[in-house]
């Protein structure tokens, strides 16, 4: 079924906004525009709960029970248990405070596996272990950007972790999760995904998936700053707890070493919301959270493969350079390596109305992999499913007229 694009985007006050009006956003990327169900429910804390939750009285009540709404319903979205879902305030964070618990967990000389495919958020803080006595493996890309499995199964021998990326934030294939971590289960490897850069494009079923942690980022899923992490409940007792010592017990606590953004985690339950708006208007009725969040993840994606056919087929004849396959079955994120530096190319758009990103986007490590020179940087244009066609032909006329 085709996505009711004109329902879509009445639910994103951006697009309603008049100092966004006239402008096409393209750097989807770095972080979506916000449901308006997530800014509601923001502005209703912060108007009508801005207590401490937990307490002796019904606006506190009130508060804790909003928190355990958002945990509830995104949790069965991605298919998991409530318990194994935690908050932090970035993906970033999430990740390095994961790591500080393996670097106690795991013995010294254990192997560890990451890519140069990373972003820096799922790859600096698992290498920075070497310096206390891990062994830290590399899964490099082949020349096209591309993480070929062959090259891995021999990294897996005594390994313990692998973490990899759904999507990458500049390649942009989408990686075959369940199979990796099938191979790295059959070969005791624990695996940790980063999912920034696919989750805005549906949210997955991490039960299917069938990795061990899950990480992505709320606000470049339509929704507040907060980072997402589902971890496998044996594994996430297991791990020393890096919160407070009297929520040692409970595993939604055990990753968070301050206390929580309230209102943002609160907040997080719009996207849950939205997900069953769109559900609602476009299939009526049926189906629990987790199915609702599969049927709008496939929707998603069917509508942003037909926008990208088009964007794709205008590079190949300007013959530009693309990081990553060329072909809808990637994920909406274009990184353009040219012959010019970058960000100049950025501003000349942003002044046609067109909003794009230039850097190295903290992939330095699969740029310099892939030849370009991260200093110099690539041209980045990504979208979601509430970008229009309209969007799409006048990012491909401004790209015309500026290279």
């Known amino acids: 079924m085709q996505l009711d694009t004109e329902f879509v ?45 937990y307490g002796p009285f019904p606006v506190s009540d009130l508060a804790g029970r909003e928190m355990e709404e958002a945990r509830d319903r995104v949790a069965r979205s991605l298919g998991v248990l409530p318990e194994a879902l935690c908050f932090g305030p970035s993906t970033s964070a999430n990740t390095y405070v994961l790591s500080q618990a393996f670097r106690e967990w795991l013995p010294e000389g254990s192997a560890i596996i990451v890519t140069n495919q990373d972003h820096e958020a799922n790859s600096g803080p698992w290498r920075r272990l070497a310096e206390r006595g891990i062994d830290v493996r590399e899964w490099k890309m082949q020349e096209d950007g591309h993480l070929d499995i062959t090259d891995l199964v021999p990294l897996l021998d005594g390994a313990k972790l692998l973490c990899f990326p759904h999507a990458s934030n500049v390649v942009g294939e989408v990686n075959d999760v369940s199979r990796i971590c099938a191979i790295a289960r059959r070969a005791d490897v624990f695996t940790c995904v980063d999912g920034v850069s696919y989750a805005p494009h549906g949210l997955p079923n991490i039960r299917k998936l069938g990795c061990d942690i899950y990480l992505f980022s709320a606000y470049k899923t339509y929704g507040p700053h907060q980072g997402i992490m589902t971890i496998r409940p044996e594994l ?35 996207i849950a919301d939205y997900i069953d708006a769109l559900y609602k208007h476009q299939m009526k009725a049926g189906r629990d959270g987790t199915g609702r969040a599969e049927v709008v993840h496939d929707m998603m994606q069917a509508r942003e493969r037909s926008l990208m056919a088009p ?55 699969a740029l310099s992999a892939l030849g370009v020179d991260p200093d110099h940087g690539v041209l980045r244009a990504s979208f979601t499913h509430y970008t229009s066609e309209a969007e799409v032909d006048r990012l491909i006329q401004a790209l015309d007229r500026v290279l």
């Open 9 to 53: 985007r009445a639910q994103f006050p951006a697009f309603a906004e008049p100092s966004l009006r006239d402008l096409a956003f393209f750097e989807n990327a770095g972080g979506t525009y916000a449901c308006r169900y997530v800014t509601w429910r923001l502005n209703r804390f912060y108007k009508e709960r801005k207590v401490q939750p």
């Open 311 to 365: 964007l794709i087929e205008f590079f190949e004849a300007r013959r530009l350079r693309v990081l990553g396959p060329m072909s809808t079955d990637r994920a909406p994120t274009f990184a353009l390596a040219l012959d010019q530096p970058a960000k100049p190319i950025a501003q000349a758009l942003g002044r046609a109305g067109v909003m794009v990103g230039a850097g190295d986007f903290y992939a330095g490590r």
């Open 236 to 270: 996430g007792m297991a791990l020393p707890n890096q919160g407070f010592s009297f929520n040692g017990d409970k595993l939604w606590m055990r990753f968070t070493p301050a206390g929580p953004d309230h209102a943002q985690v609160a907040a997080c339950a719009g």
